[in-house]
């Protein structure tokens, strides 16, 4: 039996491989594939005979980064119940939504969002136990170790799994709306497995996750495929920059992943000039386009390849990979679709676009999701009659298949009858020496319809002002996408996925527009 308990499969193959290292806590323990497939046991047994989960019933987690994640979503696994990662950045009230809509019976949760839990679960009558994974929890909540040291170790298993039953709900749409909650097979887990294993990584590889782990990015881009083939992981509990450089060096990491935030931050860490990457095979990169300047920098201070690539928590998540040899020579591009990836860019008809044709990105192969839980009505609107997901994104595709994002089309905005895309806007403020981190929104304009407004982040003790940004753009763009103004601040808006939250970079300029 190994659907649904791939973890019990790797620890006869690789029992005392190191699997797991918690390097969020303060004794950063270290656990075999074997200590892992026990631990999962355990709690297993402790959920189904203490709270009597049975397949398909969900257990809600709320929970910075560390094994205990892993621990929930293998247990899960084991009983064919459905683990929903819950964002933690979520206000209580929003939680409580999304928790009326799951019904969990379980909650785990990390100290740091205990309030949050307690509030929610109060009004949550599904939720019938609360599990604390360090402090002194909430009254009525179990201790995770204590749950997880009387649990029975025998095997769990459940012969009635199959490829197409769910294991975990990753919500997605969280800054732009409701969040939905993507259903994840252990049939896609398998299906991106397989793609990254063709396209990135060798058993027995070591890697330092930096995404948080109810984002696909934490727990399915990497983290999944490298134990399924016997990797280690290396967890952290929040982003530090200082930090990831200090265990990519420790643990010799194979590869590193993060999103053009992150690589910019870590070019800021104060151990950035002493930090040996030598280790490093390569880095992706994700999210957003990576500047030219920040490959070139980790090209030419730490001798470091960049993979590029581009995923979805609906959609394998990796879909695109751009090799480390194109990396300037295609710059800008995500790559080709992966090996088992059909991808497509479409006009508004859905008819398919030649090279270099903008239209949108639409994508259908086996590593796609079993719909959105509860809302099959949403997924109905992003799925054609030929079982192609339409993304959102704007896309083309050049002479030699490979593929370029040209914005998102939420992102996209009309300024005199021309659409402007920000990302290209972006890449070109990016080569600014003065500019450490840039986003561009469009903003109402009596004339234009929109126009764009540029925030900017300077380096540290770098100066330039709102004139010489823009005229410096004039010098390399049309003038229609040459943003009207600039706003210098001190840090961009981040999501804890490490992206820019430009839908708060929006009201932001709309409040400055009211108060003018």
């Given at each position: 039996m190994y659907i649904g308990d791939t973890l019990a499969r790797r620890a006869i193959y690789t029992p005392d491989r190191l699997a797991v290292v918690d390097a969020g806590k303060a004794d950063r323990p270290h656990y075999t594939y074997q200590q892992m497939n026990e631990r999962a046991n355990r709690l297993a047994n402790w959920l189904r005979d203490e709270v009597g989960v049975r397949k398909g019933d969900r257990i809600g987690i709320v929970a910075?980064?560390?094994?205990?994640?892993?621990?929930?979503?293998?247990?899960?696994?084991k009983l064919g119940a459905i683990l929903a990662c819950f964002n933690w950045r979520m206000?209580?009230?929003?939680?409580?939504?999304?928790?009326?809509?799951?019904?969990?019976?379980?909650?785990i949760f990390s100290d740091d969002f205990k309030d949050n839990v307690l509030q929610a679960a109060g009004e949550t009558p599904s939720v019938t136990h609360l599990l604390h994974i360090e402090g002194d929890g909430v009254p009525g909540s179990v201790r995770?170790?204590?749950?997880?040291?009387?649990?029975?170790?025998?095997?769990?298993?459940?012969?009635?799994?199959?490829?197409?039953?769910?294991?975990a709900l990753i919500f997605t749409g969280g800054t732009t709306g409701v969040p939905k909650g993507a259903q994840?097979?252990?049939?896609?887990?398998?299906?991106?497995?397989?793609?990254?294993?063709?396209?990135?990584?060798?058993?027995?590889?070591?890697?330092?996750?930096?995404?948080?782990?109810?984002?696909?990015?934490?727990?399915?881009?990497?983290?999944?495929?490298?134990?399924?083939?016997?990797?280690?992981v290396i967890l952290l509990r929040r982003f530090d920059p200082a930090q990831v450089l200090d265990l990519i060096e420790e643990y010799r990491a194979d590869f590193f992943a993060g999103v053009p935030t992150m690589y910019q931050m870590l070019t800021q860490a104060n151990n950035w000039d002493q930090?040996?990457?030598?280790?490093?095979?390569?880095?992706?990169?994700?999210?957003?386009?990576?500047?030219?300047?920040?490959v070139e920098k980790f090209a030419d201070e730490k001798g470091v390849r960049f993979k590029q690539g581009f995923g979805m928590t609906e959609f394998g998540p990796g879909i695109f990979a751009l090799a480390p040899e194109d990396a300037i020579r295609k710059a800008g591009s995500i790559g080709r679709?992966?090996?088992?990836?059909?991808?497509?860019?479409?006009?508004?008809?859905?008819?398919?676009?030649?090279?270099?044709?903008v239209g949108e990105l639409v994508l259908r192969g086996p590593s796609f999701c079993s719909g959105y839980f509860n809302m099959p009505e949403a997924m109905a609107e992003v799925v054609d009659e030929d079982g192609w997901f339409h993304t959102g994104d704007m896309a083309k595709c050049d002479e030699d298949w490979y593929f370029f994002i040209v914005d998102r089309k939420k992102d996209m905005f009309i300024s005199g009858g021309e659409n402007v895309y920000p990302t290209e806007i972006e890449q070109a403020l990016y080569r600014h020496p003065a500019v450490h981190q840039c986003a561009v929104v469009g903003v109402p304009d009596p004339k234009w319809g929109e126009v764009g407004r540029a925030y900017v982040v300077l380096k540290t003790g770098a100066s330039a002002t709102e004139d010489e940004l823009i005229g410096y753009?004039?010098?390399?763009?049309?003038?229609?996408?040459?943003?009207?103004?600039?706003?210098?601040?001190?840090?961009?808006?981040?999501?804890?996925?490490?992206?820019?939250?430009?839908?708060?970079?929006?009201?932001?300029?709309?409040?400055?527009?009211?108060?003018?």
């Open positions: 910075l980064d560390g094994v205990e994640f892993l621990d929930a979503f293998f247990a899960c696994g206000h209580w009230r929003e939680l409580v939504q999304v928790m009326a809509d799951t019904t969990p019976k379980l909650m995770f170790e204590d749950a997880i040291r009387v649990g029975d170790p025998a095997p769990v298993t459940d012969d009635s799994i199959t490829e197409e039953d769910i294991v994840i097979s252990h049939r896609m887990i398998v299906w991106n497995t397989l793609n990254t294993v063709i396209h990135d990584i060798l058993p027995g590889d070591t890697t330092v996750n930096v995404f948080p782990m109810f984002h696909t990015g934490g727990l399915l881009v990497y983290t999944m495929p490298l134990m399924i083939v016997g990797g280690t930090a040996d990457l030598s280790s490093l095979r390569f880095c992706t990169s994700g999210g957003a386009p990576l500047p030219v300047t920040l679709p992966n090996f088992f990836v059909d991808a497509r860019v479409v006009d508004e008809n859905n008819q398919p676009l030649g090279p270099n044709e753009l004039r010098e390399r763009l049309a003038g229609y996408k040459v943003p009207k103004s600039v706003a210098f601040i001190d840090a961009l808006p981040i999501s804890s996925a490490g992206k820019i939250l430009k839908r708060e970079l929006r009201e932001q300029a709309a409040q400055s527009a009211e108060s003018a």
